[in-house]
């Protein structure tokens, strides 16, 4: 926190958009690098060695600085009083002056009173008038014939007199030579050091890449990060990886780790299912951070960390829609996933957040089954891919195509609640829990009952007996009380009335065959 931006203030300095503060700020940064440089020398690795190597300790720009512009300037170059005194022999005479002025004014309102007999006389200054003399109305009888009349007033008169216009002349004429000499001596310190430009700019350089080895040997040291190891291959394996974010959130609830295997073979493309909130994104997004992370260098969050470098690593996470381009959240969803079928090579990764929810179920599946059909295999693009779904049809997957692998969020249920355990294991998720997520989010105990009476219809069947949506049906909208029975009994539909008139003990195989094809019939025509 003792070296500020120095690529941004060199930036300001050089476009002459630089305050006093700016260049004090550059000063300081300055001030530090010697310091650093004995902590380097310190050091025994040799990757620190070419560090000193290239040092510049830039003490011409701090002495430039710290002679001519005073450790705390006003933030505002109008507001004056930016140089030391010594650097500039016509500048401290004018500063005298004004200095000298202000006594030579209070002398001069001193004889005023004693030569006029006022005792209220005072000499005062506004950015109007300039200086006067102020005179209230009972007293205007003993003002002296040499005083002029400035400024009429509703309980005073303000006048000025020879003597105080030249001690106006003199002050006023200082304070304008002074802005204009500060302003000057300021823009030469600043073309001074904007000329140190390259110098500075490679110090900032070297600078934000210590900042960047030292963060990331902290962050290491501090969370118990692992060296990766990176091989030439395609695989990819870390034992108890961790999310470097979230297990930071609340350290009084530890992070749950979990592996992850992947590779151009057998372990291509991880079909993963479980209940919202249960950890699928933050599991996705936690293998992607640790891939990058390993990439630029830096230890990861794992006990174990072994891969092959990736060229990309392609995101399709989260929903969001597009309004100004008059883009649905579907159609940003499809742009993105064409952007990653697109480009994506046998080396890259690819995360995948429940493709296909924007549209109905049957396109979703339609979309999410074929992407996962075109990534596998290295006959169009076999790249590692983690694919987080809701749609459990997409676990027969596993069983067809040799390179997908299906995992799912480990829950246990108890009392119609789920406990999330935030652990990947092997096989596809039975249920999405999706009633028992809506329970924690506090919706309604009626909308959850109501929830699970059309749920328990849709998974048994999607038409009752009579052909009525079982979907509909409600336990609790039968009707009560007596009911009056009608004159004809409902008639059943044409199918089921014809099934319900077949015996087949009764039929010869030529009568069976001919049932069958009035069945088709009714089928044909229902």
């Known amino acids: ?77 109008k507001d004056g009083h930016l140089i030391k005194p010594g650097c500039h022999e016509e500048l401290d005479r004018l500063k005298t002056i004004t200095r000298d002025g202000n006594q030579s004014i209070a002398a001069l309102e001193a004889r005023e009173r004693k030569r006029t007999g006022i005792p209220p006389l005072k000499v005062g200054f506004n950015k109007i008038y300039g200086y006067y003399i102020e005179v209230t109305k009972k007293n205007l009888d003993r003002v002296p014939a040499d005083y002029i009349r400035k400024q009429s007033l509703v309980n005073c008169e303000r006048f000025i007199s020879p003597e105080l216009k030249q001690h106006e002349t003199e002050i006023t004429g200082a304070e304008e030579k002074i802005h204009a000499l500060e302003q000057e001596l300021f823009q030469e310190v ?56 979230v297990e930071q959130i ?3 609830h530890p992070f749950i780790p ?57 995101s399709r996470v989260g929903a969001k829609d597009h309004l100004l381009k008059g883009q649905s959240t579907f159609m940003v969803e499809m742009n993105e996933a064409a952007n990653i079928l697109n480009n994506a090579t046998q080396r890259s990764l690819i995360i995948l957040d429940e493709i296909g929810r924007g549209t109905s179920t049957f396109d979703g599946i339609s979309i ?46 108890w009392n119609d609640e789920i406990i999330f355990l935030r652990k990947i294991v092997p096989g596809g998720a039975d249920k999405s829990y999706g009633i028992q997520v809506a329970r924690l989010a506090g919706l309604p105990e009626a909308v959850l009952n109501r929830a699970h009476e059309v749920l328990f219809n849709l998974e048994n069947s999607e ?46 195989p030529r009568e069976a065959l001919d049932k069958w094809y009035e069945i088709l019939k009714l089928l044909n025509h229902s």
């Not at 040092?55 to 002679?67: K, N, T």
């Not at 110090?203 to 962050?219: F, G, N, P, Q």
């Not at 039968?478 to 009608?486: K, L, V, Y």
Request: aromatic share 6%; proline share 7%; glycine share 6%.
């Open 1 to 77: 926190d003792r070296i500020h931006d120095l690529e941004r203030l060199l930036g300001r300095i050089s476009l002459a958009a630089c305050s006093p503060r700016d260049l004090i700020a550059l000063k300081n940064s300055i001030a530090v690098l010697p310091e650093i440089r004995q902590t380097l020398q310190r050091c025994d690795s040799k990757d620190l060695q070419r560090f000193i190597e290239s040092w510049d300790p830039l003490e011409s720009v701090h002495q430039r600085i710290d002679r001519t512009i005073v450790d705390d300037p006003p933030y505002n170059m």
């Open 258 to 314: 979990n592996d992850t295997t992947l590779d151009c073979g057998n372990h291509q493309i991880m079909i993963l299912t479980g209940p919202n909130m249960a950890g699928k994104s933050t599991y996705l997004r936690q293998v992607a951070l640790i891939t990058l992370m390993a990439q630029i260098g830096s230890y990861v969050p794992a006990e174990e960390a072994e891969l092959g470098l990736v060229d990309r690593i392609f």
């Open 250 to 252: 609340d350290p009084s």
């Open 368 to 413: 999410a089954w074929s992407m996962v059909e075109y990534l596998h295999g290295p006959e169009r693009i076999g790249a590692k891919t983690l694919f987080a779904t809701h749609y459990h049809e997409l676990t027969e997957l596993g069983g067809t195509l040799p390179g997908v692998q299906n995992f799912n969020v480990q829950v246990k249920e």
């Open 190 to 245: 600043r073309q001074a050091v904007a000329a140190e430009g390259p110098r500075i700019q490679a110090m900032a350089v070297l600078i934000s890449e210590l900042d960047v080895m030292a963060s990331l040997a902290e962050v290491a040291h501090r969370h118990q990060y692992t060296r990766p190891v990176v091989k030439d291959n395609t695989d990819l394996r870390f034992v108890n990886g961790r999310h470097p974010l």
């Open 463 to 508: 038409y009752d007996e009579l052909g009525t949506p079982n979907i509909g049906r409600s336990e609790s909208a039968a009707p009560s009380g007596p009911q009056q029975m009608g004159l004809f009994p409902a008639l059943s539909p044409p199918l089921v009335q014809k099934l319900k008139d077949i015996r087949p003990d009764e039929l010869t």
